[in-house]
């Protein structure tokens, strides 16, 4: 209708250029697939379980405290000392102008690339990525650069997240001169992998030479497996990165409590000022009480012996999940840290359209709801167009869930048995 069509007219001119190229993400798919399909959701990446009781005492010791009105913007000082002793002696960033309090490591990602990203800026990431990455570049204006992380040629080492490797020369010719900073997640969303220091000191080595900015994503740094082999190492700890780096981080992952949205970004004073000044203008602060709250909990847990408690569990819930899906012949890339591990499927002949314009990955997760009652993500959703094909042969699996949870999707995983 003429009303119909005027009214496109008028929302087309009143939406951005920006934001008319937004899309819907994978969870808007997935997430409502598994309610409806009422699915056994090994999708998503949120804990279903309770976090430790003296998380839960700290938020409720809140309710009669003062802590309700706003706080400083850039973060209550209580909370942003302790973050800066979790950075230790060595990088020894100062909690009043180095430490920024955002709501969740997301809102710190977007909020350094809105400060530090021009127009027509690169910026490099590594594939498969966390699907916000590619967005928000472009949201500050920047052109998204990928470089994979290979998965091994040897089927075996494949199954190894830490055998997942980037190319140093790949890396380095995909530097321009409008190349501005380099975005690493480590410990690796969805592999698992945690970098090792060689891995790093590579990136680090590139970084200096091209004079780039390294951002961080260190959201699984407590939740590295007792079996890893490689333990965390920040990229800010290397030899002369300090200073052209901003790690982030969040107390969503750290105390399985991603609700609160309490993330944080440290750096130099010259990287982070301008991020403290845009927080000002965004959220003014985020929720005081909840800062308060993850204050109590970094007091009273000073060697952070409860997110490696969950590290424990996450380990035994992935070593539950593994044989449920290995006796499909789904063979698992083991992860050591993190919530996700990749499965293979090119092996499951399932019903599929012939003319389906899909990634194969994408259309065996959109059919496993309502054809076998487990809901996972098509990793394809973690990498940009030219490299989708390489997730065609993955799906990826939460364990980040109840025993229970986890035994509940034994059944439908069994049905995939007439499909091999």
Known sequence: SLQNCLLSTFTRRCISSRAQKLENSVWTVFTPLAVKTNAV???QGFPDFSFHPSVLKNYQSIEAHMMHQYCRSSGDLPLTTLVSKLFGHDLNYDPATEIVVTAGATNALYTILQCHIEEGDEVVLFSPHYDAYPVQV?????KPVYVPIEEPKDEQDALDSNKWRIDPNRLEKSITTKTKMIVINNP???????FTREELEQIASIAKKHDLIVVSDEVYEYLVFPSSPVQHTRIASLPGMRDRTITISSAGKTYSNTGWKIG???GSEALVDSCAKSIQYQIFCQASPLQRAVTRCLEQDPTMAIPRETAIYLEERYNQLKPLLESQNMMTV??????????????????RAENSANT????FCLWMPQGVGVCAIPPSAFYAHEHKHLADKWARFSFAKMESTIAAAEAGLNKLKKYI
Do not use: C
């Not at 690796?188 to 945690?194: A, D, E, I, R, T």
């Open 188 to 194: 690796h969303n969805p592999l698992g992998k945690v």
């Open 334 to 351: 083991r992860p050591y840290s993190g919530y996700f591990t990749l499965s293979r499927i090119d092996h499951i002949r399932f019903p």
């Open 264 to 266: 944080w970004m440290a």
């Open 360 to 363: 194969r990955d994408y259309d």
């Open 41 to 43: 959701n090994l999708g």
């Open 138 to 142: 472009e949201q500050a204006g920047g």
